[in-house]
């Protein structure tokens, strides 16, 4: 997927000699949006502290409950909306693969690192307290909710120690999630056709006529991989694309429904406030306020770290 510098997240997460960051992110009653569609270079962890969020990564979203996680691959889009909570708290540890080895050394790196950033292993996205080590892994993140106030000189071995940790148990962990199930590997061509046609007015039976099946097998089949309908993820790659303009471009937002797929601007208007939350007016403003914010906070923090006087 090629990645939107427009969408590409402005704060830093920490600097080259502490590459890693802990990050608040508190929503009230009156908010929807919680982080904003964006991408970086760091992998990140979402811990829902408080409250219920819908989590969108790339083309998939899930339901993550208070008490659960989400991995967030580098490079990947993402963006996170409250689901039915009044008010939520997450907490987020974005940190470089790197910092578990970095390249100088190659015998760690080709083991631990290399296999991930190249897509050979794959790890799990939504992480519950059911599965014993995915428990472990949401019980490392909130240990490092200490460290969102601390510089980072005073935090580096303590950072690095449970990121190692959290590594480890993905690493070990990883196997079930590198093999795609029969049934999405057989509806890629499927998948394809909706990405690349998704701004026309196809239907159902042409994208199962991409995989010669009947709309009954194939949607049987679609939902079984991807635990959705076909019509469904069409609707939401198409309002994915929209949220993607809505934050990179100046386009109306009539030009972008009707770039997208949509044919009618009060549907469109509709579906958009029931999946997303808000209207696309008010998520496109939300979004830059939250970017600003971000921003200014970060920026804040890294001038203390600079006045720090055990800075070096």
């Keep these: 997927m090629d990645l939107p510098i427009q969408l590409k997240d402005t704060v830093a997460h ?21 982080l904003y569609l964006h991408w970086h270079e760091e992998a990140e962890i979402l811990v829902a502290l408080e409250g219920d969020v819908t989590v969108r990564i790339n083309n998939s979203t899930f339901h993550m409950k208070e008490g659960e996680g989400a991995y967030i691959e580098p490079n990947t889009l993402h963006a996170c909306y409250k689901a039915e909570s009044d008010t939520c708290h997450l907490l987020a540890l974005v940190f ?25 292993v794959r790890f799990s996205s939504h992480l519950r307290p059911e599965i014993a080590w995915q428990r472990h892994v949401i019980q490392l993140v909130r240990s490092t909710l200490p460290y969102s106030t601390v510089p980072y000189d005073r935090s580096d071995l303590a950072l690095r120690g449970i ?10 962990n990883a196997d079930s999630d590198i093999h795609p199930t029969s049934a999405s590997t057989r509806l890629e061509p499927a998948l394809a ?28 089949l679609f939902r079984e991989a991807f635990h959705t309908s076909p019509v469904s993820h069409l ?12 934050l990179s471009t100046d386009l109306s937002v009539a030009e ?3 770039s997208c797929g949509f044919d009618n ?17 008010a998520y496109r403003n939300k ?26």
């Design 235 to 246: 609707l939401y790659y198409r309002l994915h694309q929209c949220t993607i303009l809505l």
């Design 163 to 172: 990121l190692y940790e959290i590594w480890s148990e993905f690493f070990l």
């Design 96 to 120: 470089r693969p790197e910092v578990i080895a970095p390249a100088r050394d190659p015998a760690l790196y080709e083991t631990y690192v290399a296999p991930v950033n190249r897509g050979v």
């Design 193 to 220: 056709y909706i990405y690349e046609n998704y701004r026309f007015p196809i239907t159902i039976n042409d994208i199962a006529a991409q995989v010669n099946l009947s709309v009954s097998r194939f949607s049987s």
């Design 256 to 258: 972008i429904a009707f």
């Design 14 to 34: 920490g600097n080259s000699r502490y590459p890693f960051a802990v990050h608040e992110t508190i929503a009230i009653a009156e908010d929807r949006l919680m």
């Design 287 to 312: 979004a830059r306020e939250i970017r600003e914010q971000q921003t200014t906070l970060q920026t804040e923090r890294n001038r203390i770290f600079e006045a720090y006087p055990g800075h070096a």
């Design 265 to 281: 601007l009060s549907n469109f208007n509709r579906q958009f406030r029931e999946r997303i939350g808000s209207t696309p007016t």
